[in-house]
């Protein structure tokens, strides 16, 4: 009987186990789930809210990268193990049953939203492709609204941007829409570009605190340098319509928070009725849940032993991990199938690149910290690489080219019409069902 795999998730990890399986057991079925029909490189979605690249230069199309996996197009929304069942929803609301002999889940993670009053209605995040294109969208309709207001006191308002998180993804944020703002506002007639202020909170008492201090430091010289402030051990307490309030007291006028401050890891995880470390699915080193080897889990979803730094620890939830846990993942599933023993999963961090726009990065290959022009470089070349697509790798070093030539050509889209791309629109953490309810809902579709 043909083998039935399912694999839950179209990002860094679940596109290239479907990819890999296809090699390793061609006879098998592969039915791959993902409510998107493209792999993001979500490392280069600051820069599509910053308008340097257009929003299908950072994807891959799932049916370039994938030749006999069928692409399932939905989400998991729940899943009995013990039935080895998933129920899927479908874009167009409707459910299906997956039945599988072996299970990959891969659906990697959402944004962390906390429980601040007024964040999730006028927060806006950066963690998807179409929040991306929302932020961009926004970010330049203050620009407009301001250069046509007369009120001095709305023009600083639309004119100040808030992001809230001083990790990687935070920073980049900032530093790739500060270089927009500013180069956009002189565009402006009636606009002064030194009223465009950029503020990152940042609760730590550091930037990205994993890069170390010199390069931790080396962040700050350069948003600095182009006057971006940055509140280091503080907090949003607040948000509204006009505002957000600091945990220092500080209420800042702004129509534009951007919450960058962490993430979690996808709810379907905690839904399933296995142990969780933090929300992450327990896995062993082989990435296959305890008691149930026929179920593997990686990436940001998983709570993998990191057998490289020892002691307990889990790998950090980033490209880098995922996208190597991918191949011990498709290849345990072939040995498991073919009755072989399976190999554990085991990697030294590579490092960090962090793109400051411009050519502005800091870097820490191999522990190496580099920043200025080596970093840029460095930046640079490791995302073509990891791009990997030849395609997604012309087009996204092309648009670098026209943009180091003419500079950022951002346009409004249009996407606003009609609704506001806030955070509450974009979380779909309330679509899961637990054990249970899943084996009542499948029950009801037989
Ligand atoms: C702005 C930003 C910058 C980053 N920069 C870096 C960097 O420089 N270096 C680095 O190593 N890491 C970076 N990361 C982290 C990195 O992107 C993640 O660690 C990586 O994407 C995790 O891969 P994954 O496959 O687990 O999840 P993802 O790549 O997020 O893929 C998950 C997939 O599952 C799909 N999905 C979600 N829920 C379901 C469901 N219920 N059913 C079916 N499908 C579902 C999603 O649509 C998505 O396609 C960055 C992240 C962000 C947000």
């Known amino acids: 009987m043909t083998d039935r795999i399912v694999v839950v998730g179209g990002g860094f990890a679940g596109a290239a186990v479907a990819r890999r399986l296809e090699k390793l057991v061609p006879e098998a079925d592969v039915r791959l789930v993902a409510p ?35 692409v399932v197009p939905g ?25 599988y002999d ?105 930037l990205m605190p994993g890069l170390g201090r010199r390069l931790s430091e080396d962040t700050r010289r350069v948003l600095a340098s182009r ?18 309030t600091l945990s220092d007291g500080r209420r800042l006028a702004t129509r534009t928070l951007i919450w960058a401050a962490g993430i979690a890891p996808s709810p379907l995880m905690a839904h399933l009725g296995a142990e969780t470390d ?56 072939a040995a498991g199938l073919a009755g072989r023993p399976t190999t554990d999963y085991r990697h030294r961090d590579l490092g960090m690149v962090v793109d400051l726009g411009g050519s502005d990065a800091v870097a820490k290959p191999f522990g190496v910290d580099l920043s200025g022009l080596p970093g840029a470089t460095v930046t640079r070349a490791y995302h073509l690489w990891a791009l990997r697509a030849p395609a997604t790798m012309t087009r996204v070093a092309t648009n670098w080219a026209l943009g180091a030539l003419h500079g950022t050509s951002a346009v409004r889209l249009g996407f606003l019409h009609g609704t506001s791309g806030r955070l509450a629109e974009f979380e779909h953490t309330d679509d899961y069902l637990d054990a249970d309810a899943t084996r009542a809902a499948i029950a009801a579709l037989s």
Request: aromatic residues 4%; contains cysteine.
């Open 278 to 333: 933090h929300g992450r699915l327990v896995v062993r080193a082989d990435l296959s849940v305890p008691d149930r080897p026929e179920v593997l889990a990686l990436g940001d979803a998983a709570a993998v032993p990191d057998l490289a730094s020892g002691g307990g620890a889990v790998c950090p939830p980033t490209a880098q991990h995922a996208s190597r846990q991918a191949p011990v993942a498709a290849a345990n599933v």
């Open 227 to 244: 006057g971006v402030h940055v509140d280091l051990s503080t907090g949003l307490t607040a948000a509204d319509e006009g505002s957000v």
């Open 75 to 99: 989400r998991a929304v729940g899943v009995d193990l013990d039935a080895r069942r998933v129920l899927v929803e479908s874009i167009t609301g409707h459910h299906e049953a997956l039945p």
């Open 102 to 206: 072996r299970l990959v889940l891969a659906p990697g993670s959402v944004t962390r939203v906390a429980d601040i009053p007024g964040l999730r209605e006028h927060g806006r995040g950066c963690k998807t492709l179409a929040e991306a294109a929302f932020l961009r969208d926004h970010v330049l309709a203050q620009l407009e609204i301001a250069n046509t207001s007369t009120d001095p006191e709305e023009r600083d308002r639309r004119c100040r941007f808030v992001v809230v998180g001083g990790g990687y993804a935070g920073v980049e944020t900032a530093a790739n829409l500060q270089l927009m703002t500013t180069d956009l506002a002189r565009r402006f007639p009636r606009l002064d570009p030194s009223l465009v202020t950029w503020h990152v909170v940042q609760h730590h008492d550091a």
């Open 36 to 70: 998107d029909d493209y792999m993001l490189y979500l490392p280069l979605l600051p820069q599509v809210a910053a308008g340097l690249l257009p929003a299908p230069a950072t994807t891959v199309a799932l049916s370039t990268w994938l030749r006999r996996t069928v």
